[in-house]
Structures are given as C-alpha cells and as structure tokens.
C-alpha cells in the first residue's frame, strides 16, 4: 500500500477564528474509508467540526494561563488579565509589572511564563508568520524552548491554531482512554510500549491523525473544549 500523502498545512489567511479547515470534509471521508471504528464514530458526531482559535500569542498566553486549573477559574483569571493589560499582545504584556500580572490570580511562576513568552515573541525568537514554511516538528521544538510550554502544549497549538491536519499528542490522556475503548477492549494503555501501540493503529488515520483524534475525543466528550 502506497504511503498517505502528508496534507498541506491550511495558509495563514484560511485561519480565521471560528473557522473550519477546508480539508475537514475530504478527511472524514477519507478515515471513514480507511477505518470501519472511525467511521462510526464521525456518524455519531455529524454537527461537530474543528475551529480555528486565532491569534497565535493569545492561544499560547491561555494555554498557561489554563494549566492545573479549572475552566472556570482560567476564564476569571484571564477576564482579569485582559482588563490589567489592556491589549493581549507581547509588547503589553511585558510592559505590565510582574505584581499588576499576579494581582489577575497567576502564580509567580506563570506570570514568568507569560513574560518569557512575550519575549520570545517580541525579539522574534518565535515568528508566527514563519509557521506556514515550518514543519510540525520544528514548531514544536520552538515553542517547547519556552518556559511553561510542553510538547502536549505545543502539539494543541498545531491542531487548534495553525489546524494541521496530521498530529497525534501521544500524550493527551483524552486520546489514550478513547483508544483504549474503541480500540483495546479497555485494556489501559500504559507506559512508552502502550503508546507505541497507539502510534500502530493511528498510522491508518494518517495524513489525518488531527481529525481523528478530534473525533476521539467527541467519543467521550461531546462538548468541545478550546485551547
């Protein structure tokens, strides 16, 4: 069987927030053909879609603010945030004291973060306008250089802001429990060998990994949750 061709990564214009990926339709009926699992998990799910979340530092900056906390308290504390900076851009982040950016509810620890990741993005460390000609991988290997931000983060920023098509976070919890349901007879998928497994049977989605794990995850949530 020839190897799936690698889909193209969706233009900078196409990204705008709220929108789905043009590649949405031609993936569904692509993992449906190639996995009879997949197929009726996107028939239980005709409504739903993958949106595009925008701008690129905004997404990074919630992405830290959200860590180990509730999804309630993350929206407080960034209402908070926006109102202290006034503009959620890196120049006015960094204009803003570290003790007006704890006042929101951030630990001293994000409040780093977010500093550290305004930094990057003002001395161009990190150039949202290079994604479109990088690679996943080289993305991710920018982004994890920055403090507070893993490769689970940096793989959600690759599906839900720049929408690439073909990303499977070996790592998200989400993912490990639906395959373990829909794939393993429940058996738990643990340690570096359990996700080796995973990596086996996603290489069926492929170039689509994004779109079925984004499936997986309506399996046990129908409710999507943004990042």
């Known amino acids: 069987m020839a190897a799936p061709v690698a889909a193209p990564a969706p233009p900078l214009a196409a990204r705008i927030p ?8 031609k993936a569904k009926r692509a993992l449906s053909a190639a996995d009879p699992t997949m197929r009726s998990i996107i028939a239980a799910h005709p409504r739903g879609r993958l949106e595009s979340r925008g701008d690129a530092f905004v997404t990074l900056v919630r992405s830290i603010v959200g860590q180990q906390i509730s999804v309630r308290a993350a929206a407080a504390i960034w209402t908070r945030f926006c109102a202290a900076c006034g503009e959620t851009t890196p120049k006015a982040i960094l204009r803003r004291r570290a003790t007006t950016l704890r006042r929101c509810g ?4 994000k409040v780093e ?3 550290d990741l305004a930094a990057h ?12 000609q990088q690679g996943d ?6 982004l994890i250089d920055i403090r507070g931000i893993g490769r689970w983060t940096a793989e959600m920023f690759l599906i839900f802001n720049l929408l690439r098509p073909d990303v499977l976070p070996l790592d998200d919890l989400g993912l490990l429990k639906a395959v373990s349901l829909h794939y393993l007879d429940g058996a738990p ?18 170039p689509w990994r994004s779109v079925a794990t984004w499936y997986l995850w309506r399996s046990l949530d129908p409710v999507p949750v943004t990042y």
Do not use: C, H, Q
Request: glycine residues 8%; aromatic residues 12%; charged residues 25%.
């Open 189 to 206: 998928v643990v340690g570096r060998d359990g996700r080796a497994l995973v990596n086996e049977i996603a290489a069926m989605w492929a």
């Open 137 to 142: 991988e080289e993305i991710i290997a920018e």
């Open 18 to 25: 709220g929108v789905t990926p043009k590649y949405w339709a």
């Open 113 to 115: 973060y977010i500093r």
């Open 106 to 109: 951030l630990s001293d620890r």
């Open 121 to 132: 993005f003002v001395s161009g460390r990190v150039d949202p306008s290079l994604f479109d």
